[in-house]
């Protein structure tokens, strides 16, 4: 409401309107970033870094729509295009990875006991049985 009334006060009184500052959520995330230590906001903050990419592709297929419409050179249109693909490829990407970040890291599988390889019997394993002689199978 008082963005409108200061849009009014400008027009009325003729001054130039105070353009609003860009939003900086990203700047926010960055710096949280630095103080995650727990494996759940470590998490969250990917899961929102992918959301704010949606947003971002949003904006991006916009301005890719934009740029066709008013028949900017192509491959402005095909870039953003590109664009738009990669930002939903680094999406899905973090959307996949990001619950690896709140699971406790895998116990290392200690080795068991290595298999020997030997050419006949061991000395304790007994020889398997021959058939009896006159006999076959």
Do not use: K
């Not at 903050?45 to 729509?65: F, G, S, T």
């Amino acid at each position: 409401m008082t963005v409108f009334a200061q849009a009014l006060h400008a027009h009325l009184f003729g001054l130039p309107a105070d353009e609003a500052p860009l939003p900086t959520a990203l700047d926010a995330l960055l710096q949280a970033t630095h103080t995650a230590t727990a494996p759940e906001q470590q998490t969250a903050i990917l899961q929102q870094l992918a959301e704010q990419l949606r947003n971002a592709i949003e904006i991006i297929q916009r301005y890719q729509y934009r740029a066709q419409w008013d028949r900017l050179p192509a491959d402005v249109a095909e870039r953003l295009r590109a664009a738009h693909d990669q930002a939903l490829q680094v999406a899905q990407t973090l959307d996949f990875v990001s619950p690896a970040f709140s699971s406790p890291p895998a116990a290392p599988v200690p080795p068991g006991p290595q298999p020997r390889h030997t050419h006949g019997p061991s000395a304790g394993t007994p020889a398997p049985p021959t058939p009896p002689a006159g006999r076959r199978r």
